[in-house]
């Protein structure tokens, strides 16, 4: 796209007069087909819309498969036979394309209907065979600008094949470094954020603009989603568009909190990089688990109180039980005794119900809690036992929805802080990381230097999950 094309699409004025649009059902036999012109447009939102004029006949069975006896019905799920893929070819006559396009349908007076819609997204790929393809790049424009700390002193705006390489600026906008062997570049223009990821591989690793995401929003604490997207690989490039997401509140808890731009903070992209590293391994098109639990504490952080509490209390528990599957398990001596205590109840005269029971809570006795994986943690000092405790009690209040005293709200706030501050540790735990990080449990959110690994667990030897009093109060 060319500078001015990228302009218009952020200020959400973008539009594509297609002289040819084809709207093909997706099934594999007597596929129903819509082909005229039309246009593809933003609305004011920066949402994705089209607008078909199908020639032809008019479609006499539309209103059959809309109010006939096989027509939808309310509460059903949609099957993806009543999807289409949209192609259309624009007036320069570059092809774009959407995949999965569920049409609206207005039959008019003359001719074919007319076909509105939305568009999850739009694509299209140019081959160029001047393109060396030793090498691979992605970049990124998000929706709206975010604060980032800056490094780079001068940076080139360049364009080659209409994609973006770079831009002029300074270090207070502009950021460049090296994480997951890929060279990183960031710039605040236009009111968006700017990334762009270098590769020196014919092929990018598989999703890497979603991991891209993951670590940006488990890094900044906020959420954010490009709506273009430039993947130039081998002798081709694709350009992908996407609608403008409702913007969230911005987040005052990163991980690490930085300055406006201070060219000293490169262990935010330290950081980044870890974070990076590690969702990396993940290849599947969607989010990591532990991202996903990561996004239900960033999602509660832009709402309510009573909602931040249980966001974070189940993004806690998420990370612990996702993360660190093998902590705390239950030792042989702990599994010989539920084995005894199984057998008594067995041979007891007990009501066979109540026997079912007592054996479901016996067996669940070998499966640790959240609770004793953090137990575990606190017994070889990873993490501080104030924390797990703020989060504990929180968790009760926030799940069993025992309302807000006002005259405590204080306390709840440095509960939800330091519950925030617990999951900060155990995500940076997890990835690895080793470095500055930002405590919110204590006033004046100090800069502590995080140092632990998970050999501290490992090498103590310990496994209190045996020794550990399950009671009720602790539920």
């Not at 059903?76 to 289409?84: G, K, Q, V």
């Not at 001068?154 to 831009?167: A, C, Q, S, V, W």
Request: proline fraction near 4%; aromatic fraction near 10%; hydrophobic fraction near 35%.
């Amino acid at each position: 796209m060319t500078s001015d094309e990228i302009q218009q699409y952020l200020e959400r004025s973008f539009a594509i007069d297609c002289p040819r649009m084809v709207l093909r059902q997706n099934v594999e036999s007597d596929a129903r087909v819509y082909e005229g012109p039309g246009t593809i447009y933003q609305s004011d939102e920066g949402e994705l819309l089209f607008k078909l004029y199908s020639g032809g006949a008019s479609d006499i069975g539309m209103l059959a498969r809309m109010f006939g006896p096989g027509s939808l019905k309310a509460g059903e799920i949609i099957p993806r036979t009543e999807y289409f893929t949209l192609e259309a070819t624009s007036m320069k006559g570059a092809d774009w394309r959407c995949d999965f396009v569920l049409p609206e349908f207005n039959q008019g007076v003359l001719g074919g209907p007319m076909a509105t819609g939305y568009l999850y997204e739009l694509s299209k790929t140019i081959k160029d065979q001047n393109m060396k393809g030793d090498s691979s790049q992605v970049s990124l424009r998000f929706g709206r600008e975010f604060a980032f700390p800056g490094n780079a002193r001068k940076t080139t705006k360049t364009f080659l094949n209409d994609i973006e390489r770079g831009f002029s600026g300074d270090w207070t906008s502009s950021a460049m470094f090296r994480a997951a062997e890929l060279e990183f570049e960031l710039h605040r223009d236009e009111g968006s954020v700017f990334v762009s990821a270098g590769w020196n591989k014919p092929s990018l690793p598989r999703y890497l603009d979603l991991r891209i995401c993951e670590a940006l929003e488990f890094t900044f604490f906020q959420h954010e989603r490009w709506v273009m997207r430039v993947v130039s690989e081998g002798k081709e490039y694709t350009t992908t568009l996407r609608p403008f997401p409702k913007p969230l509140k911005k987040s005052s808890f990163p991980p690490l909190k930085f300055g406006n731009s201070t060219p000293f903070d490169s262990a935010v992209w330290t950081l980044f990089g870890k974070y990076l590293e590690f969702v990396l391994q993940h290849d599947k098109p969607k989010w990591h688990t532990v991202s996903e639990n990561i996004h239900l504490a960033v999602l509660g952080d832009s709402v309510s109180l009573e909602s931040r509490l249980l966001g974070l209390s189940v993004a806690v528990e998420g990370v612990v039980n996702i993360g660190f599957p093998t902590i705390a398990r239950a030792d042989a001596s702990l599994r010989n005794q539920i084995d005894l205590a199984s057998k008594l109840i067995s041979d007891s005269e007990l009501d066979e119900t109540f026997k079912s029971r007592i054996a479901g809570a016996l067996g669940a006795m070998q499966f640790p809690r959240a609770k004793d994986k953090l137990r575990a943690f606190v017994d070889v000092g990873i993490i501080r036992r104030e924390l797990v405790d703020a989060w504990s009690g929180m968790r009760n209040s926030a799940v069993h929805a025992s309302g807000l005293d006002p005259a405590e709200i204080k306390a709840v706030h440095r509960d939800y802080q330091s519950a925030l501050t617990l999951m900060h540790e155990l995500v940076i735990l997890l990835i690895g990381y080793t470095g500055a990080y930002t405590d919110y449990s204590l006033a004046g959110w100090p800069q502590r230097e995080w140092t632990k690994t998970l050999g501290n667990l490992e090498n103590s030897g310990t496994s209190p999950i045996g020794n550990t009093d399950r009671s009720s109060s602790d539920r």
